[in-house]
């Protein structure tokens, strides 16, 4: 026997029914009881989904958050959001966005949690908040209920959680408190659930302790042991999880953790299982996760089954299989591909595809290959196909990657000459004042772009419409009186999408939608091979832009780094490789925006920080690769041109050194949320370029005060020399509402002019 089991499943639904159903819900437009059917039924839907499997995960659901739902169960709630009237919902809500949607008035200012990636991924958590009176206080009746609901449609159960330790590593003390003070009164709830969770009749609990893929001082590997010798004594099994890396060192802790089963990236870290065997114990489980949770590639069978029959001889009933790390990150169904051409759509794999590629792998170790013969021999084939079809390899575009050298990423002359020039043509104010890029994607602009698709309007027709759009945005820019203006990007679906679909060696999918994070769903491309550039991609846009204001015009691209990183990405070449070929394809639109008379080019690379391996002894690597792709992509412009780029929602002061090497004239970036806290790293690094830190946190409906933002930049001038600072929001508001960009931008705008009068002398 090989148990099968799932680690998560992805929870928007196929067509994304738990975002239109979140957003229904906060505008007002569907009862609570209409939310929690929607939600009622996914569940429903993907436990069916999931029937095949000998183990089903329950705890993987979240209307917004798991980490945040870890909070909750825990109860570990913020202050400011306990004084605040509403249901456990509405607090809820609140922490996750500032909002709950049920307000009576517009006009509250709930501060939201912090938000930033988990681990390596695209996918942004709400940062739990700690302090020295913090208490926890078990609330289990959510997750009870949907244990019953399971159980009720005959489901074989297993919660999953948030292991103990790894909350605790996630979250930020907002004190001077020690985190790890907390973990004794955090195990006595943890104890209480897993004492509840027997009571229900369950076997079996998975924790999540994925900082076992870390670098570990010895007291976090202290607080692992202590936890889980105090968690192994519950009345039920514990499976405690890995992913996203290798144990390296941590190998040696699992003797001393004590628990019932292990589960381990077998993706990243299948040289290592040889070696974590001989640390189990006689009883002990050792699930493999042999399918790729990260990626949308079909797994190769043949090479699996070499590699996993010899560890099934060794551990027999011990073995479990399951895809590496929760399907989360992957789209739901490769079916409603219809669209895609039919060669490469062979090549992939989404959720439910995968979780049959378990079942085949397990009815091939317990019946014998011959049992799924079938199978395997297409999968051998298709492979073959893939590794040997020409979409795939161009040898021009290899060979121009070979020819890449360090003159390439060098601008002419460093940062204090260049602005002197730059500053020659802008004539720009003291905190001048910008936009991230994107202006809201309204409903309008979403059914311009399907009739278009549908063929009910032409090309040119389309072309005109959007114009009219950008004309506008322009147009309430100059009223709100920024000082470089952007075209608000309403072409654009996506900053990632918008770029693949106009690159080659890219192709897309209908409904391969992933959460980002909340309500936000992101349907991430696929570079399936060599990557070039056939003609411009934004220069007509942009400079039609310019044409319509004498204020200068930022042109908006997306850095090679993020488009990597935001982009599922094929396997069967190195990722540094594939994002010199993005660096190169990207570069030639930046000389074509400068050639237009574009002086300002923004290339974002919100996403450079979370390709870091979890490692920092690997980072140096991944840094060089990366940050000498955004300067191949961005410093082949004269003095004159402004190069900025952008960064949201990440943990930068340990690269921030990284960062002033990607020699951005300007770099924009998340504060808002955070309070500032990036600032810090200034303290004893003196950053030599201009930078814009966020002062608008536009993942919230909240309108920021003219005072607040006032307040932002002046702890911000204690770091930043303030002829160096710009002002603008932390990310770009296609998300929003006009109604709430207006006053927001008209608040920064009176924010900077506030400013410009109390710092005019110096």
């Known amino acids: 026997m090989v148990t099968t089991h799932n680690l998560g499943f992805p929870r928007i639904g196929v067509k994304r029914e738990l975002k239109f159903a979140l957003e229904s819900y906060w505008q007002r437009k569907i009862s609570l009881e209409e939310l929690q059917q929607t939600a009622q039924l996914l569940r429903k839907q993907h436990w069916q989904d999931q029937k095949q499997f000998d183990l089903i995960p329950v705890g993987d659901f979240s209307f917004y958050d798991h980490v945040l739902d870890t909070s909750f169960l825990f109860g570990n709630i913020p202050e400011r959001i306990q004084q605040q009237e509403g249901t456990r919902l509405d607090h809820y809500f609140q922490v996750a966005r500032g909002r709950s949607g049920s307000e009576k008035s517009c006009d509250c200012y709930i501060a939201a949690g912090e938000m930033t990636k988990w681990f390596d991924t695209n996918y942004h958590y709400i940062v739990p908040e700690f302090t020295k009176n913090t208490q926890f206080n078990l609330n289990s009746k959510t997750l009870l209920a949907h244990l019953t609901e399971a159980k009720k449609q005959g489901a074989k159960t297993k919660v999953v959680l948030v292991g103990p330790v790894t909350y605790l590593w996630l979250g930020k003390a907002q004190d001077d408190s020690q985190k790890l003070n907390l973990l004794p009164s955090l195990l006595k709830q943890y104890q209480a659930l897993l004492q509840e969770l027997a009571e229900q009749g369950e076997s079996w609990v998975q924790l999540d302790e994925p900082i076992l893929v870390t670098e570990l001082t010895e007291t976090w590997k202290q607080a692992l042991i202590s936890s889980y010798e105090s968690l192994k004594q519950a009345p039920i099994y514990i499976l405690l999880a890995t992913y996203f890396g290798k144990l390296k060192e941590n190998i040696e802790l699992l003797p001393e953790l004590?628990?019932?089963?292990?589960?381990?990236?077998?993706?990243?870290?299948?040289?290592?299982?040889?070696?974590?065997?001989?640390?189990?114990?006689?009883?002990?489980?050792?699930?493999?996760?042999?399918?790729?949770?990260?990626?949308?590639?079909?797994?190769?069978?043949?090479?699996?089954?070499?590699?996993?029959?010899?560890?099934?001889?060794?551990?027999?009933?011990r073995l479990w299989l399951a895809p590496s790390c929760s399907l989360l990150h992957v789209p739901v169904d490769l079916e409603h591909e219809s669209k895609m051409d039919p060669e490469i759509l062979s090549w992939l794999a989404f959720a439910l595809q995968k979780l049959e590629e378990i079942n085949i792998l397990a009815k091939a170790l317990k019946e014998g290959r011959e049992a799924v013969q079938e199978v395997l021999s297409e999968n051998r084939a298709c492979l073959e196909k893939r590794k040997q079809s020409k979409k795939v390899h161009n040898e021009q575009i290899k060979k121009a990657c070979h020819f890449i050298h360090d003159q390439l990423g060098k601008r002419q002359s460093v940062y204090s000459e260049r602005i002197k020039q730059q500053q020659s043509i802008l004539n720009l104010p003291l905190f001048p004042t910008t936009t991230i890029g994107s202006f809201p994607q309204t409903k309008n602009i979403r059914q311009i772009r399907s009739k278009l698709k549908k063929g009910e309007i032409t090309q040119s027709q389309y072309i005109e419409e959007i114009k009219d759009i950008i004309a506008y945005c322009v147009e309430q820019q100059e009223s709100f009186g920024l000082d470089v203006l952007v075209h608000g990007e309403p072409e654009r679906n996506d900053m990632v999408e918008y770029f693949g679909e106009l690159l080659q060696g890219y192709v897309f999918s209908q409904q391969g939608w992933v959460q980002s994070y909340g309500s936000r769903c992101v349907k991430p491309p696929i570079i399936y091979g060599d990557i070039s550039r056939p003609e411009p991609m934004t220069v007509e846009w942009i400079t039609y832009a310019q044409s319509l204001t004498k204020q200068p015009m930022k042109g908006m691209l997306t850095g090679p780094v993020t488009i990597l990183n935001w982009s599922f990405v094929r396997d069967d070449q190195p990722r540094s490789e594939t994002c010199y070929q993005l660096a190169l394809a990207m570069r030639q639109e930046v000389l074509d925006l400068e050639q237009a008379g574009i002086r300002i080019i923004q290339i974002d690379e919100a996403a450079l920080r979370e390709g870091l391996p979890l490692r920092r002894s690997e980072w140096q690597e991944y840094l060089d690769w990366a940050i000498q792709s955004f300067r191949i992509t961005a410093n082949g412009v004269q003095d004159k041109t402004q190069i900025h780029t952008h960064m949201c929602y990440s943990e930068f002061n340990d690269i921030i050194d990284a960062i002033a090497q990607m020699d951005a004239d300007v770099i924009t970036i998340e504060t808002s949320r955070s309070h500032m806290e990036l600032l810090k790293a200034f303290e004893a690094f003196e950053y030599p370029n201009s930078i814009g830190p966020g002062v608008y946190d536009i993942h919230s409906p909240n309108i920021p005060t003219v005072n607040s933002i006032v307040d932002l930049v002046q702890q911000a001038a204690n770091y930043i020399p303030i002829q160096r600072l710009w002002i603008n929001p932390d990310c770009g508001l296609k998300t929003r509402h006009w109604s709430e960009v207006v006053p927001s931008l008209k608040n920064m705008v009176q924010a900077a002019q506030i400013l410009r009068k109390k710092y005019e002398s110096y």
């Open 258 to 317: 004590g628990v019932q089963g292990f589960h381990v990236d077998a993706i990243h870290a299948r040289d290592e299982i040889q070696k974590i065997i001989p640390y189990l114990k006689d009883k002990q489980i050792l699930s493999l996760g042999v399918v790729n949770g990260r990626n949308i590639w079909k797994t190769d069978l043949n090479t699996t089954l070499d590699w996993l029959e010899p560890i099934y001889a060794t551990l027999k009933k």
